[in-house]
Each structure stands twice: as C-alpha cells, then as structure tokens.
C-alpha cells in the first residue's frame, strides 16, 4: 500500500505546523475549562516544592561566600597535593557556620528588643492614646484661633473613641476580629508552621545544592548540547550568566543595604532617644528592600507609632520623616548604586511597572525579585530587537528614533550609512579570510598529496625490490639443487 508513497518536505512541514496550532488550541481550551483546578493544582505543588525553592534560594545566597572561602582561604590546602574533596567539605562547612552566626547574631541582637517594644506598646497603648490626644488637642486648640471653623472637641472624642475598649475602639475591634476568625487564625498560624519547617528542609537541601553544584551544572550543559547547536547553547550560557550575575548582584546589595539602612536609622533614633527604635529600624530596613515603595511602606507606620508613643508624638513623627528622608535620598544616590554595582538598565516607570505586576503575581516574593526579573527580560527582549534591526541593516542605538520621520533623519540616515560601510568592510574581510583559508587549504591539499605520491612511490619501489629478491632466490634454488645432484653422482662413479 504505501510502497509506492514518496515523502514530500513541503507538505510534511506544513502538515506539522498544522498539527502543533491544533494541539496548541486545544491546550488553550482545556486550560481555560479547567483553570481551578489547575491554579489549585499549582499552588499545591508549589508548595510541595517549596523546600526546593527555599533549598535553592539560601545556596544561591550562600555561593558568594563558598566561592571566596574556596578560592582564597583554603587555598593552601592543594599547595603540596591537589585534595578537592577537603578542599570544598571544608568551605562549605565554614560557609554555614558564618551563615548561622549571622541569623543567630540577627535572632539575639533584634528579636528580643522587638518582643519589648511591641509588648510594650500593646499594654499602653491607652496611655499612647492619651498623649496622642493631648497632642492633637493643643495643636487643635491653637488652629481654632486661627480658623474658627475647627472643632477640636469633636476630633478629639472621635479619637478617644478610636482608642477605648469598647464600641469601636481600636482595642474592642482587634478582639471581635480575633475571636470572629480564630479559624481562619489558626489556618495561618500552621500555615507559618509549615514554612518554617519547609525552610529548615530547605537549609538541608542547601547543603546538597552547594555539593552537587557542578555536577548538576554539567549535566544541563550536556543537555543543552544534545539540544541545541554550538550557537543556541552559547547564546543560552551567555543568557544565564547575565541573569546570575543580575540577580546575584541585586539580591546581594539589596540584603546588604537594607541591613546598612536599618542600622543607621537605629543608631539616629537610639542618638535622640526615639522611642521604639529597634522596631522601627527592623521595619524600615525590611521595607528597604522594596525599590520604590521601601521608603513609604516602612516610614508611614514607623511614623504612626511615634506619634502615639510618647507626649509631643507629633513633632518627634515629623522630624522622623525628615530623617527617613535624607536617609533615602543617601542611600538612593550614594549608598545603593557603590552596594549594588553596575544598574539593572531599567527606568524609574521599569521599576514601578515591575513592582506593581510581580507583587500582585508573586506577592512579597515578587516585591524582592521584580526588578532582577524585568531587567533579564528587558535584557532578552533587546537582544532579540537588536538581531532583528541588524538584520535589517538598521542602526540599535535608541537615539536615532527620536526624529519624528526617522527615515528622512540626518543622524538615522548617516548611522545607516556607517552600518552598510562597516557590513561591506566586514564582508570584504570575510571574503579575504576565506580565500587565504582556502590557499592555505590548498597548499595543505598541495603536500598530502606530494606526501601519498611519495608513499606510493616508496611502497611501489618497496614491493619491486621484495619481487626482484624472490625471483632472485627463486632462480638460485634449483642451480643448487643441480650442483647437489651433480655431487651426488660424482661420489657414485667413485
């Protein structure tokens, strides 16, 4: 049946096509039918994978330091005799041991500072609230003089409502919502539990990571190469170097920065003896982490706590805010660009686009990773634009496009013209190359074959002489069987 069918190229490729847009479509159709129970689906296994994620993420912290320590410290250890094995178990052990002493430097140094402030703050909090109301009374009082339209009496029940225990008071609110959601209180509650013990699972599978980190590294370069050619997996290897030194140079400086500016805010409010300081440099420095929103998600709270701490609240919140500031615009143009070295290339919209998407996709983890992730997408999109205006002949710098008809710009049609004159250089070059390659090929083809002539010739000779030898011996054997004979018969007539 099918002997006499012959395969044809053009329509074998357009009947694969077809047959990947129909299984695309129908891909499409099943997801949209199904996209509970995928988003379940999903978020089940992500969570299954989150000691992975957790796993990975702290060897990806901690390579940084495996790296130095392997590179520089235990140097000595292959001086005489190359011992690989020690030489890694051994900064791999001293790279956790300085990664415990930091987090338990961290837990000991600021935890037990946070526990009293917050429990301090919670069992006089009504006494905050009388001296916020005090505040707020004398500066009402004296706004009134001046505009006769305020009624400080009104504002100042309605916040000391805000601050009792009963009807709608803040205390009398936080209650009812806890014993209203207790369930979905203790949901979160062993939800925490579960991270907690995902991120001790993962601080194992860390340590597993940082072993097998070039063993697992080969194996995908070995995949990459039975996939791709020489070309694909070099752009691929490329790609992934730009992505970790991305990454690794923001999430670094960011961790860095955030600790450096939390400190310092500490130190000021410890200097002019603000109340809650460890508390408030914890939260700003966390909050630092954030591009954009840092300052503001961090200092807004930061405020209101100083304000209803202490008598006076609100001249000590305003000088605060003064500090936050000058401490941010420090850190944005001088601290943060030496921490973080070279810049992500994204523009301030970048930066608030990338916050704003991946937060409300990834949450807090998106707040941390936005921007590195933006800035490789960003990098691999004008890769990609860049091949194509080069193909195309047309210049990438992005400053030839701001003509409102670029085609008829001076600068376009002059960066242009030097595209073209460099291409005709570059093929004149290439043509060149390949003719004194192939003169060099020639003369290589010229000797291999002056050199199989010369074997020929010395096997031809070789093989004449070995044939002239043996018709030599042939021709000498029965002469001495005749002389032989001849004696024989000479001895007989004796």
């Not at 503001?296 to 706590?305: H, M, Q």
């Not at 004194?436 to 090929?441: D, G, W």
Request: hydrophobic share 50%; charged share 20%; with cysteine.
């Amino acid at each position: 049946m099918f002997k006499n069918f012959k395969k044809n190229d053009k329509y074998f490729t357009i009947a694969v096509y077809t047959f990947l847009v129909v299984a695309a479509l129908i891909g499409l159709i099943f997801v949209f039918m199904n996209f509970g129970k995928i988003t379940t689906f999903v978020e089940g296994l992500i969570k299954a994978l989150m000691s992975f994620v957790y796993g990975f993420s702290i060897a990806y912290i901690c390579n940084p330091i495996y790296k130095s320590l392997h590179k520089y410290v235990f140097k000595f250890i292959d001086r005489k005799k190359e011992r690989p094995k020690l030489r890694k178990g051994l900064s791999i052990f001293l790279t956790y041991i300085i990664f415990f002493a930091l987090i338990t430097l961290l837990l000991f140094a600021i935890i037990p500072q946070i526990a009293n402030n917050i429990e301090d703050l919670g069992a006089n909090i009504k006494e905050y609230g009388e001296n916020f109301v005090n505040g707020l009374n004398n500066l009402l009082t004296k706004a009134s003089s001046i505009f006769p339209g305020i009624h400080p009496d009104e504002i100042i029940q309605m916040v000391q409502n805000m601050f009792s225990g009963e009807g709608d008071g803040i205390i009398a609110q936080v209650i009812n919502y806890i014993l209203q959601n207790s369930g979905s209180i203790l949901e979160a509650g062993s939800a925490v539990v579960s991270q907690i013990f995902a991120f001790f699972v993962g601080i194992i599978l860390s340590i597993y990571f940082l072993v097998y980190k070039d063993f697992l590294i080969a194996r995908l370069k070995r995949l990459l190469c039975s996939v791709f050619k020489k070309e694909g997996y070099e752009r691929i290897i490329n790609f992934g170097r730009y992505s970790d030194k991305t990454f690794g140079r923001y999430l670094l400086g960011a961790l860095l920065d955030s600790i450096l500016v939390g400190f310092v805010v500490f130190v000021i409010l410890a200097i002019f003896k603000f109340p809650l300081a460890p508390l408030i440099g914890v939260i700003v420095g966390v909050t630092n982490v954030i591009p954009f929103f840092g300052p503001f998600l961090g200092g807004i709270p930061s405020a209101l706590l100083i304000l209803i701490h202490s008598d006076g609240g609100l001249v000590k919140a305003l000088i605060f805010a003064i500090i936050i500031v000058i401490v941010q615009q420090v850190d944005g143009n001088i601290i943060a660009p030496h921490i973080h070295g070279s810049a992500t290339g994204l523009t301030p919209i970048g930066v608030i686009l990338a916050v704003t998407v991946c937060s409300h996709v990834f949450g807090f983890v998106g707040m941390l990773i936005g921007v590195p992730l933006c800035a490789v997408i960003s990098y691999l999109v004008t890769i990609l634009i860049e091949n194509k205006l080069k193909k195309k002949k047309m210049p990438v710098n992005v400053d030839c496009y701001r003509a409102k008809d670029i085609y008829k710009d001076d600068s376009f049609i002059k960066a242009k013209g030097a595209l073209e004159a460099q291409e005709r250089i570059e093929h004149h070059e290439t043509v060149e190359k390949v003719k004194a390659e192939n003169k060099v090929s020639e003369d290589v083809i010229h000797k291999v074959e002056e050199r199989i002539v010369d074997e020929i010739i010395n096997t031809v000779a070789e093989e004449i002489i070995q044939k002239a030898e043996a018709e030599i011996v042939a021709e000498s054997e029965p002469k001495a069987d005749t002389v032989e004979s001849n004696k024989v018969a000479t001895d007989d007539d004796k």
